[in-house]
C-alpha cells in the first residue's frame, strides 16, 4: 500500500526524470488509483480501527482461503503469485473486499522441528504481496482445525490441518474416532486423539507451544522483511490462532479459567513475539473459547477476566448459525433482525476489553441439505454487522445502531469443485468438489471453464455499500441490499411512508444510508460502491449537497467518486465536510432515471428533518 513517502518519491521522479543514490533499492511504485490519504497504516483507538488521517475504519472481505488446509498446493492458497493476483482483482472487484484473513499453515512452516521453511514462507509472502498491490489489507492466521491432518488415519472419515507430523508424532494419541458424529466440528469434543492433543498444546507438553511460538515469531520477521515498507503498512495485525479450545479441561477448571489461566498467556506470550519481529505497532488479533457465542453448542467465556485488553490487542471471534446449519434446530428460513443480538454481543465484549472487534469468519453452506436458508442467513449476518438495530426498526430507533463492525466471510476459494486432494493421504479418496476439506461447500466464488473467477452466491448480497472509512464518527449506517431468495426480493428495510420522497426516490431500488459526526481530519468520508452503483445511475442526498452521476472527486467537490487503490476497477463515494463536530447524513441510491432537482431537495429536507429528531 502506498504511503505519503512513497507518493513524494514519485513526484520527485516526474520532476526530476531519474533518481540514484548510491546503495539504494529500486523505488516501490505507487499503487495504481491512490490519493494522498490512502494506504496509510491502521491502529486502535477509542474502541475503533483508525487510519493515518484519524477516520475510523471498516474491513470487510474474506477469508483466503480453505485451500491452505489442503496439500495440493502444500499449505498455500494458491498455486502460483498468477493465481492470487487473479483472486485478489476479483475479490476486490466482484466482493467488494478491503481487506483479507490469509491463512497460514504450522505444518508446512516447520515441518522439521526447529528449521523454518523458508521456500514456503516465500511463497507464502509473494501471495500475500498479491492482495496488498491490489489496495486489500491483509491479517494472517495460522489455522488449525482439530489440530492437525496427521492424527487422522487414511480411510477416516474426517481430516483436520494444523499442527506438523512431528508434533503429532510426539505425543502418542489414541486412535482418532469421532463416534456417532454428522458434522466434522463435532470431532473437537468427541474424538479423544484431537481433544489429547489440544490439551497437550494449551499445556505446553514437549515444549510444542514454544515451538509453536518460536515458528510465529520467525515467520513475522520473515514477512516484515520480504515484504516493501508500502505492502507491511497494509498488514493489520495477526491472528495467532484459529478457533482455540481446550480439547479437555482439568479438574475444576471450567471454559472461563481456562481462558483465564492458560489462553490468554498464551496471547501474551505471543504479542511479545509480535513484538520482538517488529510488528509493535500492529495488533494481535485474539479469538476467545471457540463456543463462547454458540447458539447451540455455548460454554462460558469471552476473555471475562482479561481486563482491559486495550489497543494492542482485537477482540476477534467466528459466528455460524449452528441451528441452522442443524437443519433441525431452526425450521425455515433467517428474517430480518435474526442475528442482532448475537453481534450485539460481539460488539459489547469488545466495548468491555476496550478495543474494536472483528468478525473474522461467517457463513452458510451453499450446497447440502440447508443451502437453500443461505441467501436469508448471509444476508441477516451482514445486516447486523452493519447495525444492531433491525430493519423493521432502524428508521424509528437508528441512533441504537452503534459501530459498524468489520469481518471476513467463510470463504473465497477460487479452486472450488476443481481440487485434487488426496484425503489424508490416501490415493483412493481424492476430493475433488467442493472445498475439497469435510465435504464443506461455503465458497463465495470459483472459476468458470475459462478460467475467470465468478460469484457463487447473489452479486447484490456480497458487494456491499459499507463505510469503508469515516472522517469523524459513526452513528448509524443501515444497508438494503434488495438481495434475491431465488425469484424473491428480500426487503427488510423499506424506507417509511412517513417520508415520502425519501421513499419515492429510493423506489425499488438499492439503498443505503451513513449518519456520522465529524472529525477534525480534513480526508474524506469513504464508502465503498458497489458494481450495481455505476456512476451514471447514482443518487447522493446529504446535507454536504445533492447529486446524481455525482463528478469525479477533487479536494473541493463535497460529493464525489474515484477509482479504489489497487487498479481493480473498484470504485467509491467520497464526502468531504469542512467542519468538526456537527452531524452529517448521507443517503445513496441506484436508479435507472435522473431524479428532478425538486425531488432531491424534497427528499433532502425529510432526511435534515429527520436526522435532527433522531440524533439531537
Known amino acids: 500500500m502506498p504511503n505519503i513517502r512513497a507518493r513524494l518519491l514519485t513526484v520527485l521522479i516526474v520532476l526530476f526524470g531519474s533518481l540514484t543514490v548510491a546503495g539504494a533499492g529500486p523505488a516501490t511504485a505507487v499503487a495504481p488509483d491512490s490519493l494522498w490519504f490512502d494506504g496509510t497504516a491502521l491502529t486502535v483507538s477509542n474502541g475503533r480501527f483508525v487510519d493515518g488521517q484519524g477516520r475510523e475504519v471498516v474491513l470487510r ?20 503469485v498468477a493465481d492470487a493476483r487473479k483472486s485478489a482483482t476479483a475479490l476486490r472487484a466482484l466482493g467488494g473486499g478491503n481487506s483479507v484473513r490469509f491463512l497460514l499453515s504450522w505444518a508446512y512452516a516447520e515441518p522439521v522441528r526447529g528449521q523454518v521453511d523458508t521456500a514456503y514462507l516465500a511463497a507464502a509472502t509473494a501471495q500475500m504481496g498479491a492482495f496488498l498491490d491490489a489496495g486489500i489489507r491483509v491479517y494472517p492466521d495460522f489455522h488449525q482445525d482439530l489440530y492437525s491432518r496427521h492424527l487422522f488415519d487414511p480411510d477416516s472419515w474426517y481430516t483436520g490441518d494444523g499442527a506438523p507430523k512431528w508434533a503429532v508424532d510426539l505425543g502418542n494419541y489414541p486412535d482418532e474416532s469421532c463416534g456417532i458424529c454428522f458434522l466434522w466440528g463435532q470431532n473437537i469434543t468427541q474424538n479423544g486423539a484431537v481433544k489429547a492433543a489440544q490439551h497437550d498444546f494449551w499445556h505446553n507438553a514437549h515444549g510444542l507451544q514454544d515451538s509453536f511460538l518460536t515458528t ?21 495485525g495477526f491472528d495467532p490462532y484459529n478457533e482455540p479450545y481446550a480439547g479437555s479441561y482439568d479438574s475444576g477448571q471450567a471454559s472461563r479459567t481456562w481462558e483465564r489461566d492458560l489462553l490468554w498467556p498464551f496471547y501474551v506470550k505471543f504479542r511479545a513475539r509480535m513484538d520482538a519481529a517488529g510488528w509493535t505497532d500492529k495488533p494481535a488479533l485474539v479469538e476467545p473459547n471457540l463456543f463462547w457465542n454458540g447458539n ?47 453481534f450485539a454481543t460481539v460488539r459489547d465484549r469488545a466495548a468491555a476489553l476496550g478495543t474494536t472487534a472483528v468478525v473474522s469468519e461467517f457463513g452458510h453452506p451453499l450446497n447440502g441439505s440447508t443451502a437453500g436458508k443461505a441467501p436469508t442467513v448471509l444476508k441477516a449476518m451482514y445486516q447486523a454487522l452493519d ?5 423493521a426498526n432502524w428508521w424509528s430507533a437508528p441512533a441504537g445502531s452503534g459501530p459498524v463492525l468489520s469481518g471476513s466471510q467463510w470463504q473465497w476459494d477460487i ?91 429510493v423506489g425499488s431500488g438499492q439503498y443505503a444510508l451513513l449518519v456520522w459526526r465529524s472529525g477534525s481530519g480534513s480526508a474524506p468520508t469513504d464508502l465503498h460502491l458497489p458494481a450495481s452503483f455505476p456512476n451514471a445511475s447514482t ?25 479504489e487503490p489497487g487498479g481493480t476497477g473498484s470504485r467509491r463515494l467520497l464526502l468531504t465536510d469542512s467542519d468538526s463536530g456537527v452531524l452529517h447524513y448521507a443517503l445513496v441510491t441506484s436508479r ?11 427528499a433532502r429536507s425529510e432526511l435534515a428533518a429527520w436526522t435532527a429528531s433522531k440524533f439531537s
Not at 510465529?216 to 493489520?236: H, P, R, S
Not at 447495525?387 to 430493519?391: E, T
Not at 435507472?592 to 424534497?602: H, K, R
Open 387 to 391: 447495525s444492531r438495530v433491525k430493519g
Open 415 to 505: 479452486y472450488h469443485g476443481r481440487h485434487h486432494e488426496l484425503m489424508n493421504g490416501n490415493p483412493d479418496k481424492v476430493q475433488t468438489g467442493g472445498d475439497a476439506w469435510n465435504d464443506e461447500d461455503l465458497s463465495a466464488v470459483r472459476l468458470d471453464d475459462s478460467g475467470t473467477p465468478v460469484l457463487r452466491q447473489d452479486a447484490r448480497l456480497l458487494d456491499r455499500i459499507y463505510p469503508s472509512a469515516t472522517s469523524g464518527s459513526t452513528l448509524a449506517f443501515t444497508y438494503e441490499d434488495r438481495s434475491r431468495d431465488g425469484s424473491t426480493t428480500l426487503t427488510w428495510n423499506p424506507v417509511p411512508s412517513s417520508l415520502p420522497n425519501v421513499s419515492s426516490l
Open 539 to 563: 443518487a447522493v442526498v446529504s446535507d454536504l449537497g445533492t447529486a446524481y452521476a455525482p463528478p469525479a472527486y477533487t479536494s473541493t467537490t463535497p460529493i464525489g467518486t474515484a477509482a
Open 216 to 236: 510465529a515469531q520467525k515467520t513475522m520477521a520473515y514477512i516484515k522483511q520480504n515484504l516493501t515498507t508500502e505492502q507491511f503498512t497494509g498488514v493489520l
Open 296 to 342: 447451540v453448542s455455548k460454554e462460558e467465556g469471552g476473555l471475562l477476566d482479561a481486563g482491559s485488553i486495550g489497543s494492542r490487542y482485537v477482540f476477534n471471534t467466528h459466528f455460524y448459525d449452528q441451528k441452522a446449519i442443524s437443519g433441525i434446530l431452526m425450521w425455515g428460513n433467517a428474517a430480518d433482525g435474526q442475528y442482532t443480538t448475537d
Open 61 to 80: 472481505g474474506y477469508n483466503v482461503s480453505g485451500e491452505t488446509k489442503l496439500d495440493e498446493n502444500h499449505g498455500l492458497p494458491f498455486a502460483s
Open 592 to 602: 435507472a432515471t435522473a431524479p428532478s432537482a425538486t425531488v432531491l431537495n424534497a
